[in-house]
């Protein structure tokens, strides 16, 4: 059963708020951009969260092998420069990362750019 969503963004860069609303979507975040995703398996309850979150893409759940989509999106924090903060000493399970089975290579060798 497909959820709408009504997410206000607030741009810091041009100081617009931006309203998205759609009801096909599977995840909060209509944008372009990875992001950062709370997650919470409908099967057994599991929560994690994950720096590589992506619109309308799901993670599998490591427990249930059930796919799940994020219940709230945010944007990444920021560190000097600009850059998005990421811990790389974290290692991203490709093998239950959506982004990653569609892609077909790792989705954090995409960065920041948009896709």
């Known amino acids: 059963q497909a959820q709408a969503y009504v997410l206000l963004l607030f741009c810091s860069r041009n100081h617009q708020l931006y309203i998205m609303s759609d009801s096909s979507s599977k995840t909060p975040y209509q944008g372009q951009r990875r992001?950062?995703?709370h997650f919470q398996c409908?099967?057994?309850?599991r929560g994690w969260q994950s720096g590589n979150s992506?619109?309308?893409n799901g993670q599998m759940c490591n427990k249930c092998n059930?796919?799940?989509y994020p219940h709230q999106q945010k944007p990444l924090e920021k560190v000097a420069g600009g850059e998005d903060k990421c811990n790389p000493t974290v290692s991203h399970?490709?093998?239950l990362?959506?982004?990653c089975k569609k892609l077909g290579y790792?989705?954090?060798k995409l960065g920041t750019r948009r896709y």
């Not at 409908?42 to 309850?45: E, G, L, Q, V």
Request: overall charge positive; hydrophobic content about 30%; some cysteine.
């Open 66 to 68: 059930v796919m799940v």
């Open 54 to 56: 992506w619109a309308n």
């Open 93 to 95: 399970p490709q093998g």
């Open 35 to 37: 992001v950062f995703g």
């Open 42 to 45: 409908p099967s057994c309850k």
């Open 97 to 99: 990362c959506g982004k």
């Open 106 to 108: 790792p989705c954090t």
